[in-house]
């Protein structure tokens, strides 16, 4: 299906002249008369929202890896060695 879409894409693109003149516009910017259109409002993004939206992703990250360090070790895929070699 992608396939399909990209020929047809490249074949489109084919039979554009390079004569024929592509004006670019902005209508998000301006209205279909040309006039600017007002800024849009600013929503405020405060730290109490970061902080909401970034600690719960810490938090389910930290216990998926935990949960899956626990069936490795488990499963005796990966196991810590206990090497003392801290004495030196």
């Known amino acids: 299906m992608a396939i399909s879409r990209l020929t047809r894409l490249v074949v489109q693109s084919k039979n554009i002249s390079k004569h024929e003149q592509i004006i670019p516009r ?38 998926i890896s935990k949960n899956i360090a626990n069936f490795l070790e ?7 060695s206990d090497d003392d070699d801290d004495d030196d």
């Open 26 to 63: 902005r209508t998000a910017t301006t209205t279909p008369t040309g006039a600017i259109l007002p800024e849009p409002e600013k929503t405020p993004f405060g730290l109490l929202c970061v902080v909401c939206a970034v600690v719960p992703g810490l938090l389910i990250g930290a216990a």
């Open 74 to 80: 488990e499963n005796e895929l990966f196991v810590p």
